[in-house]
Nanobody, 127 residues
Framework: QAQVAESGGGSVQAGGSLRLSCTGS????????MGWFRQAPGKERERVSC????????WYSDSVKGRFTISRDNAKNTLYLQMNSLKPEDTAMYYC????????????????????WGQGTRVTVSS
């Protein structure tokens, strides 16, 4: 069964850093567009960052540009999200997603909603 799983979440103070990882099984990352999404209580799911499979094009939401960096290691079927200068508003459940098809979203390609999703890893940033 194809699946992805997130890890690396935790509780940090504002200004700190975390690196999230997403490992896949039953699918090849090299043929899938990957992305990170997050959802805070009372808010809709938000696209955070995405990266394509063939050319490695990246997309970031305005709220994380300059602070987060997405990368992938296709040989290890692993996706990363390096999060620096964390803010309390970054607090959310973070989800990894993968899909073979593309979704154009505000200037970049991201996974489609019918792709593979992980169970999420919680990130809490305190003041």
């Amino acid at each position: 069964q194809a699946q992805v799983a997130e890890s690396g979440g935790g509780s940090v103070q504002a200004g700190g850093s975390l690196r999230l990882s997403c490992t896949g099984s039953g699918l090849t990352f090299g043929t899938n567009v990957m992305g990170w999404f997050r959802q805070a209580p009372g808010k809709e799911r938000e696209r955070v960052s995405c990266i394509t499979s063939t050319d490695g094009r990246t997309w970031y939401s305005d709220s994380v540009k300059g602070r987060f960096t997405i990368s992938r290691d296709n040989a290890k079927n692993t996706l990363y999200l390096q999060m620096n200068s964390l803010k309390p508003e970054d607090t959310a459940m973070y989800y990894c997603a993968a899909s073979s098809s593309l979704s154009w979203y505000r200037g970049g390609y991201c996974p489609t909603d019918d792709g593979f999703w992980g169970q999420g890893t919680r990130v809490t940033v305190s003041s």
